[in-house]
């Protein structure tokens, strides 16, 4: 496989490479979403700030006994913490997050009537949320299109050669050049299943990779495909590895 030399690359070849390898990914990845569950803004907005330190399988075991008590913010504003924290223990540093979701009850019902702020600029406001979080709920519960840089997502695009950086704000604002805004929010699904998936951070399976041609960092890990296909994890689709051959037959370096 012919290395990729980042160094000598050209903001365009950048560009088109980027877009390529996004392609191939949300065609493997084509089942990519939110994996928290919700079903409203409040909810997805919740269970994001609960997802710290934990995984959303987790908080997805949680969240259904949670809102069922505490549906709205006002109710989680007025909550026991007691019983709030006991609801949130299996997520781990359970008092910490119940300051956090019972002071965000507050500030929504004191500033936005209750109801969560469809503006990047109002979420930062509240307790707890960042841009990472902020872009979580503006994609997926307003359908406004955002970056979210997690670990995964700031690893991977490292990884392939889009950024060197690593400030979340810088990397969302490198890697937004790159793509339509139209795209943002489903590149940032596809790339957090690529790195749960795949591009693991100890071990990642190189050789089992749909996008290993495009990436400088080929041979970090597994790169023999056997091996590669063993470290796989499709929890969610299972079988999606062997479409490998399709996409290189579609998909050419």
């Known amino acids: 496989m012919k290395p990729i030399d980042v160094a000598q690359e050209t903001a365009v070849a950048r560009t088109r490479r980027a877009r390529k390898s996004y392609r191939v990914l949300a065609h493997y990845f084509s089942y990519a979403h939110c994996e928290l569950d919700f079903e409203t803004p409040l909810q997805l907005l919740v269970a994001t700030i609960l997802s710290a330190q934990t995984t959303d399988v987790g908080v997805n ?6 809102f069922a008590r505490y549906p709205d913010a006002q109710a989680l504003a007025g909550a026991d913490r007691a ?7 299996p997520t781990g540093f359970f008092r910490m997050k119940a300051n956090a979701v019972q002071t965000l009850g507050q500030e929504l019902v004191e500033r936005f009537d209750g109801q969560v702020p469809g503006r990047l600029d109002d979420l930062v406001t509240l307790p707890g949320v960042g841009r ?8 997926d519960a307003f359908g406004v299109p955002g970056i979210t840089v997690d ?8 990884r392939l050669g889009w950024t060197t950086e690593t400030d979340p704000v810088k990397v969302e604002h490198a890697i937004g050049s790159l793509f339509p805004r139209k795209d ?3 590149l940032s699904h596809v790339l957090i299943f690529q790195g749960r998936r795949i591009c693991h951070a100890k071990r990642p399976a190189c050789g089992a990779c ?22 796989l994890r499709f929890e969610l689709a299972p079988g999606r590895e062997d479409e490998l051959d399709t996409l290189r037959q579609k998909y050419p370096a």
Request: proline share 6%; charged share 30%.
């Open 83 to 89: 019983e709030l924290e006991e609801l949130l223990r």
């Open 151 to 158: 670990t995964h997502f700031g690893r991977v695009v490292r």
């Open 132 to 139: 990472k979080t902020a872009n979580v709920v503006l994609g």
């Open 61 to 66: 075991k949680v969240t259904p006994t949670l």
């Open 210 to 231: 749909p996008v290993a041609r495009w990436c400088p960092s080929y041979g970090e890990g597994e790169i023999d495909e056997v091996k590669a296909r063993k470290l």
């Open 184 to 186: 943002w929010t489903n």
